[in-house]
């Protein structure tokens, strides 16, 4: 065989399994945006840029989480360019265009912390920008903020609490059997390196996606628990989403075809480099804020119960807002307009 037909068949090869579902490159996020990419060290960072018309007052950067995409904030981001704010919104490592490193390391909130500041200081230079974040992308927000405190004039989290760096490390199956976050056993699952041969594929990774965005199956039974995580019997049973219906959900499992479920699910996967990473946050005074901070519980979030907050005012020097919506964890999307308020609200009082 001659060379270039050898590079063309592993071309061909290489677009074939790439593949996407009709369309999905050329689905409408409704929303006025540029896609941009930064390279940052070996990662390539994928993320949404929206404008506002005139000079922007801020800029607010939003931090999905774990199964979702920088489209994640598609409610948020519009409301927020309507207000006047500029808007970045990064697919995290791992997920959807950016990219999916193979070493565990790289997905530590140290690492990615990095890379984030790295990105935000290219985005807006010499600007101290309103930082938030869902899920997975809450944690990260304060994380982020303990170690690059200068980069923000303010901090907000939708659904996850903050839980401050510990001087012992307890893994979570000890943690759930000692009954402290049992609702957090789905996370066993999850980090489970089998669970990605489990999900394999537009098929699975659809069915995962509407489990976890509250499928059900003609019974009433769900496909995901806090307590267990994915119910694989009912996996294949599931009705479509009430909340990610046909097209977006088309859209979501070409995004997460890309990288495969192993990047999203690394960050259940380092704990342990997280603990040892952040021991000198552990330090006295190291793990307050000094920023004002933004809390929005979800009051039917199951694995992120509101209660979970009780005492974070603690932590913040500059004080602490908490908002509160009736919703499940997808409180982005469920009381869309309501968390958006709130976030314009909040933002409008900061410096
Ligand atoms: C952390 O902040 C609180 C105020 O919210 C304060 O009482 C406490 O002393 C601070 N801790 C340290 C170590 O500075
Ligand atoms: C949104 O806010 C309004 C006004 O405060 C409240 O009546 C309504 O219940 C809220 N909806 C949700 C989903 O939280």
């Known amino acids: 065989m001659r060379l270039w037909t050898l590079i063309a068949l592993v071309g061909h090869l290489l677009i074939a399994c790439n593949a996407l579902p009709a369309g999905a490159d050329s689905f409408d996020l409704g929303f006025e945006h540029t896609r941009n990419y930064e390279k940052i060290g070996c990662n390539t960072y994928h993320y949404l840029l929206s404008k506002p018309s005139g000079t922007p007052k801020g800029t607010v950067v939003l931090l999905h989480g774990f199964p979702d995409l920088s489209f994640g904030w598609r409610y948020q981001i519009p409301y927020l360019t309507s207000i006047g704010y500029q808007v970045v919104a990064p697919d995290m490592l791992g997920y959807g265009r950016t990219n999916a490193p193979l070493s565990l390391r790289k997905y530590s909130l140290r690492s990615m912390s990095d890379d984030l500041v790295e990105l935000i200081?290219?985005?807006?230079?010499?600007?101290?920008v309103i930082l938030g974040g869902h899920d997975w992308g809450g944690a990260m927000v304060y994380r982020v903020a303990l170690w690059h405190p200068d980069v923000f004039k303010g901090i907000f989290s939708v659904c996850t609490p903050y839980f401050p760096p510990v001087t012992e490390y307890v893994?979570?199956?000890?943690?759930?059997?000692?009954?402290?976050t049992p609702t957090f056993g789905y996370q066993l699952q999850l980090r489970k390196p089998s669970t990605d041969l489990r999900l394999?594929?537009?098929?699975?990774?659809?069915?995962?996606?509407?489990a976890l965005y509250g499928g059900r199956t003609p019974d009433g039974e769900m496909g995901f628990d806090s307590y267990t995580g994915l119910i694989w019997d009912n996996l294949p049973d599931l009705g479509p989403s009430p909340l990610v219906p046909g097209q977006l959900m088309d859209y979501y499992v070409s995004e997460y075809l890309k990288n495969t479920v192993r990047g999203p699910l690394n960050w259940?996967?380092?704990a342990k480099i997280n603990f040892y990473e952040e021991?000198?946050?552990?330090?006295p005074g190291k793990s307050n804020f000094t920023m004002p901070g933004l809390y929005i519980g979800a009051t039917q979030d199951t694995a992120l119960p509101p209660e979970m907050s009780v005492g974070m005012e603690e932590y913040f020097e500059q004080g602490l807002t908490r908002g509160e919506v009736v919703s499940s964890h997808w409180a982005l999307w469920q009381a869309a307009q309501n968390v958006s308020q709130i976030i314009g609200d909040w933002a409008s009082t900061l410096p």
Not at 202 to 209: G, S, V
């Open 279 to 283: 021991l000198p946050l552990t330090q």
């Open 121 to 128: 200081q290219r985005v807006a230079p010499n600007e101290q």
């Open 171 to 180: 893994d979570l199956e000890d943690q759930i059997e000692a009954g402290i």
């Open 268 to 270: 259940y996967r380092t």
């Open 200 to 210: 394999r594929g537009a098929t699975k990774i659809r069915q995962m996606l509407t």
